[in-house]
């Protein structure tokens, strides 16, 4: 059986200004495809096309999720606290679960793409142009993004399933201004491979993730529910990564003490990312290339990358794929 895939995505974008005692921000990328096509074709040259809608699949899930708990707060990992576990909690912990379940890749073909990197020091941000540091640091996460949306297209796509960006949509505006849609989008055009497509009028989005801004029935409403989940699943990596935390795969009862909320509603993510640890069993995993999670680093030599496991940081092994192994980028 032969199979080819073709999505089109929105790309939903995620940040953190802490990540642990080392790392000053990580970004992450969540692709959500609004349609796939997928044709398989037979041994007897049989095909069958068939089309899903991902986006509006994931939708109904969390919608799903709100109804059955009862609760309409903002999915935001860094606000879960508290010493007693809550309904909320139930919520919080099913829609992690949900993302990695439609992460899988004989779901909706979701993908998520995660960095960190350290607080650049002012020598290593001095080219990047700008009156003050405010905005070289900005230029300089500007450039990473990119980086990080090239490598994740090429390395979770292929010539059998084939991407076209719509559009990114970014939580808000976090810094002094909008992030330039030129420097991440635009300056890809004729740097990605040829399953990758980004029409040129793709857009970068600024929404605010806070859903009771919007109207239930509106775009709007849906997108913020999705910056939600993309932030619940940065929220458990670095969890799971760069804290030093117990990840506990248990179900408390409402009113139970708990130690750590975020160590248990983490743990979908953990045993995601464990997954990478079979080594080349992994390829049989239906998690294989739905995810990739690294570090930036800066040394005098230019970039450099480290893929990243639970707990502790694991640089690739010599002739194993990483997703930055071919880039070229420029400031």
Same mark, same amino acid.
């Given at each position: ?32 495809? =609004? ?29 799903? =999720? ?120 635009? /300056?890809?055009?004729?740097?990605? /491979? ?15 993730? %806070? ?64 997954? /990478? ?6 390829? %049989? ?47």
């Amino acid at each position: 059986m032969r199979r080819s895939i073709e999505s089109e995505v929105i790309v939903y974008h995620d940040e953190t200004k802490s990540a642990g005692t080392e790392i000053s921000k990580g970004h992450a990328l969540l692709f959500v495809p =609004i349609k796939t096509i997928i044709e398989e074709t037979g041994d007897l040259f049989d095909t069958q096309i068939r089309q899903v809608e991902p986006l509006n699949i994931l939708f109904e899930e969390i919608k799903k =999720i709100r109804s059955d708990f009862g609760v309409d707060h903002k999915f935001h990992f860094s606000e879960i606290s508290g010493r007693k576990w809550a309904k909320r909690n139930n919520a919080d912990k099913q829609i992690v679960q949900i993302g990695v379940k439609y992460l899988k890749q004989n779901k909706t073909f979701c993908k998520l793409g995660i960095i960190f990197h350290e607080k650049p020091r002012p020598d290593q941000i001095a080219s990047y142009g700008g009156k003050d540091r405010n905005e070289r640091e900005l230029r300089f996460g500007e450039t990473l993004l990119r980086m990080l949306l090239k490598g994740t297209v090429h390395y979770l796509y292929d010539n059998s399933h084939k991407v076209k960006i719509l559009k990114i949509i970014t939580d808000g505006q976090p810094h002094h201004r909008r992030l330039n849609e030129f420097r991440i989008l635009d /300056r890809l055009t004729g740097e990605v /491979r040829e399953y990758v497509q980004i029409p040129k009028d793709a857009e970068l989005v600024h929404l605010n993730s %806070n859903h009771r801004n919007y109207n239930e029935g509106s775009e709007e409403y849906k997108h913020a529910n999705m910056l939600q989940l993309a932030d619940m699943l940065l929220g458990c990596a670095i969890h799971c990564c760069l804290k030093d935390a117990k990840i506990k795969n248990i179900n408390p009862q409402i009113g139970n003490p708990i130690e750590d909320k975020k160590g248990i509603i983490a743990y979908p993510v953990k045993e995601m990312l464990d997954k /990478r640890k079979r080594g080349s069993g992994f390829k %049989n995993s239906s998690h294989y290339r739905a995810f990739t999670i690294s570090k930036a680093l800066i040394p005098n030599t230019g970039w450099e990358f480290e893929n990243i496991t639970t707990r502790k940081i694991e640089i690739s092994n010599a002739g194993q794929l990483s997703i930055f192994d071919i880039l070229e980028f420029k400031k």
